[in-house]
């Protein structure tokens, strides 16, 4: 009789704390892309350093050699800021305008990619957030690479 008591609360326990654990996910999936990556000054943080490991990566670096750092770096904060939910507005040009006539490869993509997951890596965002941004980043392959 105890045993199968101590069984039940048991299964009480598990079921309470499986709930728990369900709601606290879909919490955290109703929360913004944005407020999950820590808001403004976190993605100004890994814009700073993914911009510090592009001007280090010797497969793209040269790319950028004549451009405006903290322009750049501004608008690429409202970029993110914006397709995560964020409360910005990105004042900078189209993908498309942006980047047309760079000839851009697609190894020099997947480079900057590359140097984009190292920060986001090193800042510790975690898997999820990580693939969200990533995936609403590479919907801008096509127009960045102008094909
Ligand atoms: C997901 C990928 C990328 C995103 C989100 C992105 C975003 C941006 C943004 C927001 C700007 C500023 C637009 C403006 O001037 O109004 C920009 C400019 C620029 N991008 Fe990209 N870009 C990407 C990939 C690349 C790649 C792969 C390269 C070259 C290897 C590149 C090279 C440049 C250069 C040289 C500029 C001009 C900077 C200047 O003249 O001040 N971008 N990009």
Redesign the pocket.
Known sequence: MKGLMGGALAVALVVAVGCASMDDRMAMNKKSLYNRLGGKPAIAAVVDDFIANVAADGR?SR??E???IP??KG??VE?ICEASGGPCTYT??A?AE??RG?N?ADA??D???EDLVKSLDSFKVPAQEKSELLGA?GG??GQ?LGR
Request: glycine share 4%; net charge positive; proline share 0%.
């Open positions: 793209i790319r950028f004549s451009a405006d322009r750049l608008l690429l970029q900078g040009r993908m942006a980047h760079m851009i020099e993509f480079a900057l990619v980043l801008l392959k960045i």
